[in-house]
Nanobody
């Protein structure tokens, strides 16, 4: 079992920055890959970024590449999403997720086994 708790969401103006955190507990944190997804009202859940269990491999959605950075601190059981140059279209509930299959990093929600409750990010224009 893995428990995930996101924090760091809020309201920010366009062009601003936020850093999301996701604290994990339960199974050894360094034994699984982590991802961030987001879901805007009326839309499907969308992949944002993923990072491998050692933090060596990362992968981003084209829409956030160059603006967002995913990282992890295995000593603190935490994964981060640094979001810069935020745009109104980044407004969504952001979820972190754990993928117990470490053989590959995935951008598919169905590949993830555990999810946090989400944190709201609102970007005003």
């Amino acid at each position: 079992q893995v428990q995930l708790v996101e924090s760091g969401g809020g309201l920010v103006q366009a062009g601003g920055s936020l850093r999301l955190s996701c604290a994990a507990s339960g199974r050894t944190f360094s034994s699984y890959n982590m991802g961030w997804f987001r879901q805007a009202p009326g839309k499907e859940r969308q992949f944002v970024a993923t990072i491998s269990w050692r933090g060596v491999n990362t992968y981003y959605a084209d829409s956030v590449k160059g603006r967002f950075t995913i990282s992890r601190d295995n000593a603190k059981n935490t994964v981060y999403l640094q979001m810069n140059s935020l745009k109104p279209e980044d407004t969504a509930v952001y979820y972190c997720a754990a993928n117990l299959d470490t053989s590959w990093v995935s951008n598919q929600p169905g590949a993830y086994d555990y999810w946090g409750q989400g944190t709201q990010v609102t970007v005003s224009s």
